[in-house]
Nanobody, 122 residues
Framework: VQLQASGGGLVQAGGSLRLSCAASGLTASPYAMGWFRQAPGKEREFVAAIVWSGGATFYADSAKGRFTISRDDIKNTVYLQMNSLKPEDTSVYYC????????????????WGQGTLVTVSS
């Protein structure tokens, strides 16, 4: 299984970015996919997740109202639309697939992408 994340970059505060994560090698649709982020010197933290069947979404408090997670069933791809970006959103963003139980916990995910860097300048 491979997860290929893309879409990171440098953006000014208040700007927007859309991250993509394409999953390949899965024998079936994942139960869920999620986005996490990790800033230098900090632990990896949950950002958002989406359950594949039904499309239920979950967000960290820091992402609510600004970020939107969505999926493309045909492409097995998950997206993270990030609006109103803040300097504190600067992190490496990771996508992950197939959590067991709590989808807000990084350790529960079976597969991880390589990360994409988002830098928000003030």
């Amino acid at each position: 299984v491979q997860l290929q994340a893309s879409g990171g970059g440098l953006v000014q505060a208040g700007g927007s970015l859309r991250l993509s994560c394409a999953a390949s090698g899965l024998t079936a649709s994942p139960y869920a996919m999620g986005w996490f982020r990790q800033a230098p010197g900090k632990e990896r933290e949950f950002v958002a997740a989406i359950v594949w069947s039904g499309g239920a979404t979950f967000y960290a408090d820091s992402a609510k109202g600004r970020f939107t997670i969505s999926r493309d069933d045909i492409k097995n791809t998950v997206y993270l639309q990030m609006n109103s970006l803040k300097p504190e959103d600067t992190s490496v963003y990771y996508c992950a697939a197939d959590p067991r139980e709590n989808l807000k916990v990084a350790a529960r995910y079976a597969y991880w992408g390589q990360g994409t860097l988002v830098t928000v300048s003030s």
